[in-house]
């Protein structure tokens, strides 16, 4: 059986820049997307945290240690500078995968900076072992 699981997770991100000209996708600061393991193109769902938007794109390396966090294209309708989101994105995972299974999760201080790094011993939940 294959499941799917979160991967990566960047929580309380602020929105830093928004183009709506642009042809779409989040650009992300490229230190933030190495320490949750994302690519360039990857699928992101992103979820507004003040409006409550969700919604699907794909991710563009941003300039390291910047902090950027920018809306494009279509998206840069559905969230405001200085709004909170998060974006996560998931993978498919085996049975035996799951086994070393742990995301990538950060929380984000106000510059965009990690102020925390989560982490979950998937493998000892009891769930895993039924």
């Keep these: 059986m294959l499941r799917n699981m979160l991967k990566s997770k ?3 991100a602020t929105i830093t820049e928004s183009n709506l000209m642009y042809s779409g996708s989040m650009t992300i600061d490229r ?3 190495a320490e949750v ?3 360039p193109s990857e699928k992101i769902r ?4 003040h409006s409550g938007d969700r919604f699907d794109t794909y991710t ?7 902090g950027i966090i920018g809306l494009n294209g279509a998206a840069a309708r559905k969230g405001q500078v200085g709004d909170l989101i998060i974006i996560v994105s998931y993978g498919i995972y085996s049975e035996e995968d799951l086994k070393n299974y742990e ?4 929380i984000l201080d106000a510059d965009n900076k990690v102020k925390e790094r989560l982490e979950g011993n998937f493998a000892c939940s009891e769930l895993v072992n039924l």
Excluded: A, Q, R, T
């Design 10 to 12: 960047i929580h309380k």
């Design 31 to 33: 230190d933030l997307m």
């Design 37 to 39: 393991g994302l690519y």
């Design 46 to 49: 992103v979820y507004n945290i």
């Design 60 to 66: 563009i390396e941003g300039e390291p240690g910047s």
């Design 103 to 106: 995301p990538k999760v950060v």
